[in-house]
């Protein structure tokens, strides 16, 4: 997949850890109950455009993002990627 910003493409093993990410934050987010991405983003103070590509797994996340949107599911790093 090429990189959107920059047009170039982007490693195939980034690519798969990104599609990882986005499957367990979406099973994640159901799993506190909310059913769409955008309430969940809203209830939380989260851009809901920027949150609907990490699920997508489009989108790159940068470290401190990744942060925020785990404080607000209240799991820690190492939990969320256990067995990822």
């Known amino acids: 997949m090429a990189d959107k910003k920059t047009g170039k493409q982007r490693d195939p093993e980034l690519d798969l850890l990104l599609e990882k990410i986005a499957k367990k ?10 059913t769409n991405y955008e ?5 939380n103070n989260i851009a809901r455009s920027q949150y609907g590509k990490y699920e997508k797994g ?10 925020k949107v785990l404080k607000a599911m209240n799991i820690s790093f190492e939990d969320f990627f256990n067995g990822l």
């Open 25 to 34: 934050l979406k099973e994640k987010r159901e799993e506190l109950g909310y």
């Open 39 to 43: 309430n969940f983003a809203f209830d």
């Open 58 to 67: 489009t989108e790159d996340l940068r470290l401190s993002s990744l942060l």
